[in-house]
């Protein structure tokens, strides 16, 4: 511990503090943006953030899905840590079935989001008026029928 002249315990010339205590872990709250109309079973990232107001390498984890820092291409769902001033994304895979969300909650230290997609809604068949549906297939028998006029 060194002492300025006219500065108290811990504190030398420029009120810089020079003795050790424990850094700060905790990050200010962090939000990823939720997607939705995303397509079924398929990959999705979320947006990249910088957690903010930490000064010490944080526990990083992370449910439902996988987290990557700085870009680097590594995913990984295991328990980490995370640096200040590191970025992160998250991903998961979305449901195989329409207009269902998927959640991912990342944790740094005792901060949490959840990151969810919320795939597409179902949409029924559409006839056209010249007897075919909408994939192109021809209508049936009782539907051509139906529409002998």
Not at 6 to 15: A, I
Not at 39 to 51: D, F, K, Y
Not at 74 to 84: F, L, M, N, R
């Amino acid at each position: 511990m060194s002492f300025g002249p006219g500065f108290g315990p811990g504190f030398g010339p420029g009120f810089a503090r020079t003795d050790a205590e424990p850094g700060d872990t905790t990050p200010d709250q962090f939000t990823f943006t939720d997607q939705s109309g995303v397509s079924l079973s398929t990959l999705v990232v979320s947006n990249s953030i910088t957690p903010a107001a930490f000064n010490a390498a944080a526990a990083i984890s992370i449910t439902g899905g996988e987290y990557e820092l700085d870009g680097s291409g590594v995913w990984v769902s295991a328990p980490g840590t995370i640096e200040p001033g590191q970025s992160v994304r998250v991903r998961h895979t979305s449901s195989g079935a329409n207009s269902t969300n998927t959640d991912t909650v990342l944790t740094i230290d005792s901060i949490s989001d959840t990151f969810r997609s919320t795939t597409l809604a179902a949409q029924g068949p559409i006839t056209s008026a010249g007897g075919r549906k909408r994939d192109g297939r021809r209508r049936g028998f009782i539907g051509r029928w139906m529409n002998r006029g």
